[in-house]
C-alpha cells in the first residue's frame, strides 16, 4: 500500500507562483510513474503532469512551459511548481501514484489540495 499526502495549495493572483508537494510512505518502491492531476468544478479530471523513476516527464498542453514536475526518490517526493498561473488553473490538484506506462493512472491517488487564481 502507498499513502499520499499533498501540500501546497492556496489562493494566488493571476500571474503568482505555487509548489505543489506529494509525500509519498508505504511500499514506496514498487512505484515507477508519479503524476500530478487536476479537476476543475463541473469538468473532468485531468492529467497534467508525470515523471517516471528514469526521469521522463510528459507535460499537457495547457501547462507546458508554465509548470515544473520534479521527483526527489531519497525523500519519496514529487514536486509540481506551477508559474505564470491563470484563473482556468483554478483547480483541486491531486497526486498519484502507481502507474505502469507515462500518462495513464494508477492506483494511488491523495486528498487533493485546492489552488484558486482569481485577482
Known sequence: QVQ???SG????QPGGSLRLTCA???STFSLKTMGWHRQAPGKQRELV???SSGGTIN????VKDRFTVSRDARLNRMYLQLDNLKPEDTAVYYCNAG???MWSTGP????GTQ????S
Do not use: F, N
Open 49 to 51: 503532469a508525470a515523471v
Open 108 to 111: 494511488y491517488w491523495g486528498q
Open 24 to 26: 509519498a510512505s508505504g
Open 9 to 12: 495549495g492556496g489562493l494566488v
Open 4 to 6: 499520499l499526502v499533498e
Open 99 to 101: 502507474a505502469q506506462r
Open 59 to 62: 507535460y499537457a498542453d495547457s
Open 115 to 118: 489552488v484558486t487564481v482569481s
